[in-house]
């Protein structure tokens, strides 16, 4: 910004800043002012302080939200990033079929996640599922306590995969090939140079990737709300599907409202450990 003329640089950020205050700050102090109080939604609210709080925390539902949250997460955000940076490195290589490769692997993310969570419920069905079908068996794959959050992470993957190639095809063409020359006269096979090389210098994308997906799997609902509903015996569960219940099921906005104030300072606590481990590690010079 031009210190000579601050105003006109107030003015060209003004819409962006009337966007950030109004969707997120603002909801964030709302949620925070409405879990100081007990309120369902049609009577008059009592204010009852960290009351809420509490509650949460010595209940089990809200260790087990948290639970299920960072096994979903564990599961579906290492082993998408794997299988995008692999798709990536196929892409980037203009290959014969590439661009149409690219446009199918990208449907599933720019589709509804309910639309896919009702096909991909009729594909795990037990008795007249496509999934079944095709293996000649009778799997409980959604009502299965043991089976229900990978199957749930299995449809996530497939969601993400196709965005997460994207971004990384997008870094592996910044890098510049002379690199790779190099590494070849020096004899580094394609193991050592994807380990010793591409990794390295893909680590802006993969911090971006990392935070990004980290975050989308904290809050993820529509997927796991048309698949399993939070069942089977909240084995699926997550973080947003308890706030669904307790506001709109248990009419408890005020305890629903304190769950995303809690999920909202996890989400920066993680956010930041991600921040401190990558700064030391990345490097945005490939010149």
């Known amino acids: 910004m031009n210190s ?13 800043l009337i966007g950030v205050t109004a969707f ?41 939200s948290l639970l299920v949250t960072a096994l979903f997460t564990l599961i579906s955000v290492p082993v998408s990033l794997a299988i995008g940076l692999v798709l990536a ?8 079929g590439s661009a149409i490769v690219r446009v199918i692997v990208v449907i599933p993310w720019v589709c509804a996640p309910l639309a896919l969570g009702v096909v991909w419920k009729w594909i795990f069905q037990p008795s007249v599922g496509a999934l079944n079908q095709i293996l000649g068996v009778r799997i409980e794959w959604l009502t299965d306590p043991s089976l229900a959050l990978p199957a749930v992470a299995f449809v996530a993957i497939w969601q993400n ?18 690199i790779y020359e ?3 006269l020096d004899g580094a096979g394609p193991a050592q140079q994807l380990w010793h090389m591409t990794i ?5 994308t993969t911090f971006f990737l990392a935070v990004t997906q980290v975050v989308a799997s904290f809050q993820v609902f529509d997927t796991v709300f048309a698949l399993t509903g939070g069942g089977p015996q909240h084995r699926t569960e997550v973080i947003a599907s308890l706030i669904y219940q307790e506001a709109f099921v248990s009419s408890r906005l005020g305890r629903a409202s304190a769950i995303a104030v809690i999920l909202f300072l996890l989400l920066v606590a993680i ?11 990345i490097t945005y010079d490939m010149s």
């Open 182 to 184: 190099a590494a070849r």
């Open 89 to 96: 490195t196929q892409l980037v290589r203009a290959l014969p």
């Open 24 to 64: 997120l700050i603002l909801p964030v102090l709302l949620a925070f002012l409405v879990s100081l109080f007990r309120w369902d939604l049609l009577g008059s609210r009592e204010f009852v302080g960290l009351e809420n709080y509490a509650a949460l925390l010595t209940s089990g539902s809200l260790a087990n």
């Open 161 to 178: 995969v196709g965005y997460i190639s994207l971004f990384f095809q997008a870094g592996l063409s910044r890098i510049p090939g002379s």
């Open 200 to 204: 390295p210098l893909l680590r802006p």
């Open 4 to 16: 000579r003329r601050p105003l006109l640089g107030w003015l060209l950020i003004a819409p962006s």
């Open 271 to 281: 956010t930041l450990v991600q921040q401190r481990w990558f700064s030391r590690r």
